[in-house]
């Protein structure tokens, strides 16, 4: 049986801090409910009980192990390409995986609803889909632009009995929408849990949502040794807060040979800003929303505005984890812009038939781009994060084609 398991490279320190990124929230009320998470997903974690529910829902409701396919077509351009195949989970992306961890732990704990952020939906989708399994409340908050943009996984979120609360302030995005949700959760606090969407935020969240996630690596590296009798040369994996980089990259911490590669939205181009979202590669570091990382700032310190055509990526920070794997040089960190993500959204769906979501289409632009770099011996192993359903309308808007 698979196990969630973390690398000590992408454990916390006592402060909750990965290197200089990470840390624990300084607001007294939030502290409190936040030490009362960590307690409880301590306890969770080392729980037989726990672990046996967790994998029974992940084998029989989620649909694990999602599989790895060979991208034939798309590796004519040099370099093979593998896809690991986490838009084929229930609700169709990875969010699904600590999801069900996140309200198992909730109702563990005693809360009546979860609280969360988020962005494309995906997460939303997610949170709401395991609330409705396990019997809790949900309210999720969402920017405005956001809604108008990804319509069916509002509507999904609606369905499945999610209190969805608009966010207008600022730009009516991602980052708004955590600021929403965390001020309505200290409204209630003692009767809900903040069900946070990535591996970013203060201590534990972004252990804990690692821990979660760390299926998806543990799965790929066993399954590609098996199949493919070795390992892949590179790992790779769209950045945001970056979830499902963080578990695709966690299994390989100890490979050396397998370079560990983060894509950001380079949006309009990097040199464009507000333009983009490609926090690692621009930002500076600094304190957002209770944790330290790198984030794209405005001369005063505050966030910048931020943009990436996939909902899901325009947040103007990054998970701690990513900056500590950065700063050590055991993750590379590159860009795809709009431009290249809508021509890898058409080059997986017209030659594999995988509508990709926006936010996987970023890791394979990289990879289209890198494999044409490489020969045809070496591997690029794709985390194929989520599906495009939720983004067709869009796409087909942006490109304004009927072909």
Known sequence: ???????????????????????????????????EIEHGFRQIVNDAEFIQEMKRLQATYVGRPSPIYHARTLSKRGAQIFLKREDLNHTGAHKINHCIGEVLLAKKLGKKKVIAETGAGQHGVALATAAALLGL???????????AKEHPNVSRMKILGAKLVPVSAGAGTLKEAVDSAFAAYLEQIDSSMFAIGSVVGPAPYPEMVAYFQSI???????????????????????VGGGSNAIGLFNAFMDDQSVALVGVEPAGEGLDKPGHHAATITKGKFGNIQGFNCYYLQNEDGTPAAVHSIASGLDYPGVGPQHCHLKDIGRGRYETATDAECLSAFLALSREEGIIPALESAHAVAYALRRAAELDSSKRLLVNLSGRGDKDIDFVLGKLNFAS
């Open 216 to 238: 998806v690596g543990h799965e790929a590296r066993e399954q590609f040794q098996r199949e493919q009798g070795g390992l892949p040369d590179e790992v790779i994996a769209c």
């Open 1 to 35: 049986m698979i196990q969630e398991q973390l690398h000590s490279l992408i454990l916390p320190d006592s402060n909750g801090n990965f290197g200089q990124h990470g840390g624990r929230i300084g607001h007294p009320a939030l502290a409190q409910a936040l030490a």
């Open 137 to 147: 409340e949900c309210e999720i908050h969402m920017g405005v632009v956001d809604i």
